[in-house]
């Protein structure tokens, strides 16, 4: 995805952003330890979009109520 990325300020902090995403597709000669690696690794970078996602909000929260 072209340009996900940048610098913003929030709540006066300068923050680096970037957003990545990879697809994962078998074909007949892909093994398939191979293919099940891809969607381990899927998997755990989307638990760790989230947790991030979940600490932002968090932090973005607790900002607001100081």
């Not at 990325?5 to 398939?32: F, I, K, N, Q, R």
Request: with cysteine; aromatic share 6%.
């Amino acid at each position: 995805m072209p340009r996900c990325y940048g610098t913003y300020t929030v709540l006066g902090e300068e923050l680096s952003a970037a957003e990545l995403d990879e697809v994962c597709v078998t074909v007949a000669d892909m093994p398939y330890a191979d293919y099940r690696e891809c969607r381990v690794m899927d998997l755990l970078l989307a638990s760790l979009r989230r947790r991030m996602s979940i600490a932002g909000r968090r932090t973005l929260l607790q900002g607001a109520m100081a």
